[in-house]
């Protein structure tokens, strides 16, 4: 399990080091789970439309879940959208 600046210190150096989008985005999703202690998890950017988001990393998930959507308002990623919490 990362502490948080270890998390930081190693996203940053991803960032600066790393040009694969995807591969970044992926150790993104890795550590935050680690940060805090969940198995799962998932990268979701809201596309320009504004209404819908698609996940575009995973952490432990089947691989057919990235470029799933939801729209604003459906499941958990949804309701975050559309309360802005």
Known sequence: ???????????TLDIN???????????????????IGS????LYLLQPDGDTLEMVASHQ??????GATVRRGEGVAGA??????
């Not at 998930?61 to 990235?66: A, G």
């Open 1 to 11: 399990m990362h502490t948080g600046l270890d998390a930081l210190y190693k996203t």
């Open 17 to 35: 080091v790393q040009r694969d989008v995807p591969e970044v985005l992926q150790s993104i999703v890795r550590r935050a789970a680690g940060l």
């Open 39 to 42: 198995q799962i998890g998932g």
């Open 61 to 66: 998930l089947p691989q057919e879940y990235v």
């Open 80 to 85: 975050v959208i559309q309360s802005g919490r």
